[in-house]
Nanobody, 121 residues
Framework: QVQLVESGGGLVHPGGSLRLSCEASGFIFRNIGMGWYRQAPGKERELVAGIESTSRRKYYADSVKGRFIISRDNSKNTVYLQMNNLNAEDTAVYSC??????????????WGRGTQVTVSS
């Protein structure tokens, strides 16, 4: 069955960095677009980044553009989210998501449980 297991979250000071990882199994990872979502308390879930199966096309929400970098290693079935210059508004549970096709922009069909990121001084 499909599994997505996130890691790398934690507590970080404003201006700091974290790198999230999501290890996938149960499907042919190299053929599927992936994404990272986040949800803060009281807010709707937000797609922050997406990546096409070959990494040629990527998407970033305006709120993270220039600070976050999504990447993937198809040999390791893993997608990453490098988060730099973090601020309090980035505090949320971050979940990776499996796309329905090779691109990220055709919808997502499965989400991991998520990892908590807290930005606080």
């Amino acid at each position: 069955q499909v599994q997505l297991v996130e890691s790398g979250g934690g507590l970080v000071h404003p201006g700091g960095s974290l790198r999230l990882s999501c290890e996938a199994s149960g499907f042919i990872f190299r053929n599927i677009g992936m994404g990272w979502y986040r949800q803060a308390p009281g807010k709707e879930r937000e797609l922050v980044a997406g990546i096409e199966s070959t990494s040629r096309r990527k998407y970033y929400a305006d709120s993270v553009k220039g600070r976050f970098i999504i990447s993937r290693d198809n040999s390791k079935n893993t997608v990453y989210l490098q988060m730099n210059n973090l601020n309090a508004e980035d505090t949320a549970v971050y979940s990776c998501a499996k796309g329905s096709t090779s691109d990220w922009n055709r919808g997502f069909v499965f989400w991991g449980r998520g990892t908590q990121v807290t930005v606080s001084s």
